[in-house]
């Protein structure tokens, strides 16, 4: 069973907008990760976010973790076509620590 | 350095049959996990190997199997298949094992079951 749920779904926007993916667990978490996964390739580590992290940042793609409400957000900023792809978070829990448990991931097309 | 690989890319194969899975993990790393991807299921865990011991292991069935070898080379086995076993099978790699570091991915082998 998936452990994380993802906001939207599916999600549409212009070039050069930004894009804001939301993500929210159950459990207690030792660190949540996002990829990124083109036409059912494999899967690209975009961040990793430790449970004592609240915000952190690589190039154009900003992640925050609030462990109270037991969410994440994953911004791309000035968004390209080449980031159209499915986004995924992925937990790793404590006490059942090593097994990623994945959201359902957010579908993000970005128009020329 | 090369990034996992994972082999075959591609799999076809009749209900019942069995199938061998090959993953070689980023040089350096010594924890290998395997997932499953479907359109219904979306990503699940099957297990992760650490020093050739299995660590964790997700809720599959006793056909799902796999093993890994001391060069850190790791192994599926799906015995008995069943037209629901057609997935996307990734690989994940990463230094240590307990999930305190980043996996990183292959590319997934694509198995079809006829």
């Known amino acids: 069973s998936q452990q994380g749920e993802e906001d939207p779904q599916a999600l549409s926007i212009q070039e050069g907008e930004n894009a804001t993916m939301n993500c929210s667990y159950k459990?207690?978490?030792?660190?949540l990760q996002w990829y990124r996964q083109n036409s059912g390739r494999g899967l690209v580590h975009l961040i990793l976010?430790?449970?004592?992290?609240r915000e952190k940042h690589s190039g154009r793609l900003r992640v925050t973790l609030d462990t109270s409400k037991k969410s994440s957000s994953l911004l791309i900023t000035a968004s390209r076509a080449a980031d159209t792809a499915s986004y995924f978070c992925a937990t790793d829990a404590r006490g059942n620590t090593g097994k990623l448990i994945f959201g359902q991931g957010t579908t993000l097309q970005v128009k020329p | 350095k090369a990034g996992v690989t994972q082999t075959p890319r591609y799999l076809i194969k009749t209900r019942g049959q069995q199938v061998t899975l090959s993953c070689s993990p980023i040089?350096?790393?010594?924890?290998v996990s395997w997932y499953q991807q479907t359109p219904g299921q979306g990503l699940q865990f099957l297990f992760e190997y650490f020093s050739e011991t299995q660590r964790n292991k997700g809720n599959f069935p006793g056909r799902f199997s796999g093993r890994q070898f001391s060069n850190s080379r790791s192994e599926m086995n799906v015995s008995t298949l069943e037209l629901g076993d057609s997935a996307l099978y990734l690989c994940a790699s990463s230094l240590e094992w307990g999930g305190t570091d980043t996996q990183y991915f292959g590319p997934g082998t694509r198995l079809t079951v006829l």
């Open positions: 459990t207690s978490i030792n660190n």
């Open positions: 040089s350096g790393h010594r924890s």
């Open positions: 976010i430790r449970s004592n992290e």
